[in-house]
Nanobody, 118 residues
Framework: QVQLQESGGGLVQTGGSLRLSCAAS????????MGWYCQAPGKQRELVAS???????NYADSVKGRFTISRANAKNTVYLQMNSLKPEDTAVYYC????????????WGQGTQVTVSS
């Protein structure tokens, strides 16, 4: 089993910054993809950014140039540095770990609230 512990959410003004962290523990394979998803009220959960164990990254168009995802493989930890935050970034942010296999396994954190005030 895999457990994910998130931290770093909160309230910030427009233009501010936050850094989210997610530490994974349990049966983590070294080859996995870690990522962050967000879900605003009344909307579906959507990908914000992901990073593979080889440091390949993928970003939603809405956050390119403002958010940076990184990971520390030795610590099984993924980070999301969020700069130039906008009110539309307000959502619950969920950490995700996907472990390859047939089928692939997905694990989710409990979510952390990010609120950007105008």
């Amino acid at each position: 089993q895999v457990q994910l512990q998130e931290s770093g959410g909160g309230l910030v003004q427009t233009g501010g910054s936050l850094r989210l962290s997610c530490a994974a523990s349990g049966s983590i394979l070294s080859a996995n993809t870690m990522g962050w998803y967000c879900q605003a009220p009344g909307k579906q959960r959507e990908l914000v950014a992901s990073i593979t164990s080889g440091a390949g990254t993928n970003y939603a168009d809405s956050v390119k140039g403002r958010f940076t995802i990184s990971r520390a493989n030795a610590k099984n930890t993924v980070y999301l540095q969020m700069n130039s935050l906008k009110p539309e970034d307000t959502a619950v942010y969920y950490c995700n770990v996907q472990i390859p296999g047939l089928p692939p396994r997905n694990y989710w954190g409990q979510g952390t609230q990010v609120t950007v005030s105008s």
